[in-house]
C-alpha cells in the first residue's frame, strides 16, 4: 500500500485569477499568507471512536444524509440503498444499470433542494455505447419507497475504465455541480468543447445555468479526475479534490471560468513538471490550496462545523484510497486558504472513498476495499462512523 504523503501548503500561489469570481459571490480573495499547522485544534487517534455502521457492502461510492434521517449510499455496481444510522438495516431503493468496469459505474449523488416538493436524486453514472464508455446525469423521483425511472439530463459524457469522476452537489445557488474526469485524455481537459476534465454548473432540469463563463455547462476547466465535491455552508466557497497522474494529487477551490492547469501544470507553479513554467508564465493557472506528492489518490471531500467535535470546526475532511488515510485540512475564517493538516486513522480500514458529516458532527466514512485495487478484510466493504469519545 501506498503510504500517505504529507501534502504542500498554499503558502505563496504563483498566479490568482483576481478577477474570477462564484456568481453569487460579491468579493474576489487572496490566497497569499503564511501558513501555520493545525496544534491549536489538534485532536488524538485516541480521543475518536470508530465504529461500524453496516458491513458487506459491495464498493460504496457516495453518501447522503436522507430526508428521513438514513444514510443514502450509492453502490458502483448500480444499487442505491437507504442505510438506518442506528441498526444499519439496509433498504434497497434503486439500481441501474451501469457499466461497472475498472473506475467506472454508479458514482455520485444529489437531492433536489427542495425535496420535500419535488422528491428528485441525482445520480452520475457509466454505460457503455458502440464506441465504449460514456457517461451521464439522470434523476428520479422518489415516492416514498423506491426511485423511479431514471430520466436523462446530459449524456455522452466522455468517460473510460477510468477517470470518470464523478461527485454531484448542489450550490447554494440552487444549481448542480458536477465534476468529470479526463476519460484517459488529457488534452480534453483544457478543450472548452468538451464536458470531459471540468466542472459543470447546471440548473436543475441539465441545462446549463445560467451565468457560466463560457455560456455552456463548462464552470471551470484544467481538471483530471475530480472525485471529491463540497460547498462552504458559510462562505459560499466551492472545492474539489482530485487526483494526480503520480505526483500531485489536488484539493483545489473552485471559481468561475478558472484554468486549474491539467495536463500541463501539475500541483503548484513550481517547476517540478517539464515546461509548467512556461505555461505558468503565459496563462493564467488557479493553483491548488493543498497538494500530495507522492499520490494518496484523493476521493471524498466533506466540512465540518466543529459539531460534535469542536477541535474539527472550519475544516475539510478528505478520503483517500491509495493513502487509506482521512485527512483534515484547517481552513482560514474566510475559506480561502488551508493553514495546516493532520492525519487519520492511516491504514487502519483500508482504502477510504467517501466521507460524508452527520446532523450532529458525526462523521461517516465509507471504505473501498472491494474495488479492484484494494485488499477485502471481513465484512468489507463497510460504513464507519466517527465520533468524539465520551468523557
Known amino acids: 500500500m501506498t503510504p500517505a504523503s504529507t501534502p504542500r ?44 455502521v453496516v458491513a458487506g457492502l459491495d464498493t460504496p461510492w457516495d453518501l447522503l444524509w436522507g430526508p428521513d434521517d438514513y444514510l ?35 458514482m455520485g449523488m444529489a437531492l433536489h433542494p427542495r425535496f420535500d416538493t419535488e422528491p428528485y436524486l441525482y445520480a452520475a453514472h457509466s454505460y457503455r455505447t458502440s464506441d465504449g464508455i460514456r457517461n451521464r446525469l439522470v434523476r428520479m423521483r422518489y415516492d416514498g419507497s423506491s426511485l423511479g425511472t431514471p430520466v436523462t439530463l446530459l449524456a455522452d459524457i466522455p468517460g473510460n475504465r477510468n477517470h470518470d469522476g464523478s461527485r454531484l452537489v448542489v450550490g447554494p445557488d440552487d444549481h448542480l455541480y458536477m465534476t468529470t474526469g479526463d476519460a484517459g485524455r488529457a488534452e480534453l481537459a ?13 440548473a436543475l432540469d441539465g441545462a446549463p445555468a445560467p451565468g457560466n463563463p463560457f455560456g455552456t455547462p463548462v464552470y471551470s476547466f484544467g481538471h483530471r479526475n475530480p472525485q471529491g465535491i463540497v460547498f462552504h ?26 484554468n486549474y492547469g491539467w495536463p500541463s501544470v501539475h500541483g503548484f507553479c513550481d517547476g517540478d513538471t517539464p515546461g509548467e513554467d512556461l505555461v505558468c508564465d503565459s496563462i493564467e493557472v488557479v493553483q491548488p490550496l493543498a497538494a500530495w506528492t507522492p499520490t494518496v489518490a484523493l476521493s471524498g471531500l466533506a466540512y465540518h462545523d466543529g459539531r460534535g467535535i469542536p477541535g474539527w470546526k472550519g475544516s475539510l475532511l478528505v478520503t483517500s484510497l491509495a493513502g487509506a488515510t482521512l485527512f483534515r485540512l484547517q481552513l482560514t475564517d474566510d475559506g480561502s486558504r488551508v493553514t495546516g493538516q493532520e492525519e487519520f486513522f492511516r491504514g487502519e480500514y483500508g482504502r477510504l472513498r467517501d466521507v460524508l458529516v452527520g446532523p450532529a458532527g458525526e462523521v461517516y466514512l465509507a471504505t473501498s476495499n472491494r474495488d479492484g485495487r484494494g485488499r477485502p478484510r471481513e465484512g468489507d466493504d463497510r460504513i464507519l462512523r466517527v465520533t468524539l469519545t465520551a468523557r
Open 9 to 52: 501548503l498554499s503558502a505563496l500561489p504563483r498566479t490568482w485569477p483576481i478577477s474570477m469570481t462564484i456568481p453569487f459571490l460579491t468579493a474576489a480573495f487572496s490566497v497569499c499568507s503564511p501558513v501555520t499547522d493545525a496544534s491549536d485544534t489538534a485532536i488524538s487517534r485516541e480521543q475518536l471512536d470508530v465504529e461500524t
Open 190 to 202: 483544457q478543450n472548452l468543447e468538451s464536458v470531459a476534465g471540468k466542472v459543470l454548473r447546471l
Open 72 to 106: 443514502w449510499v450509492s453502490e458502483r455496481h448500480g444499487a442505491i440503498s437507504r442505510v438506518h444510522p442506528g441498526t444499519g438495516e439496509i433498504t434497497p431503493i434503486g439500481q441501474l444499470q451501469v457499466e461497472e468496469t475498472s473506475e467506472s459505474g454508479l
Open 233 to 258: 455552508p458559510q462562505r459560499g466557497l466551492l472545492y474539489v479534490a482530485e487526483h494526480g497522474p503520480s505526483d500531485n494529487d489536488e484539493v483545489n477551490l473552485v471559481v468561475a471560468g478558472g
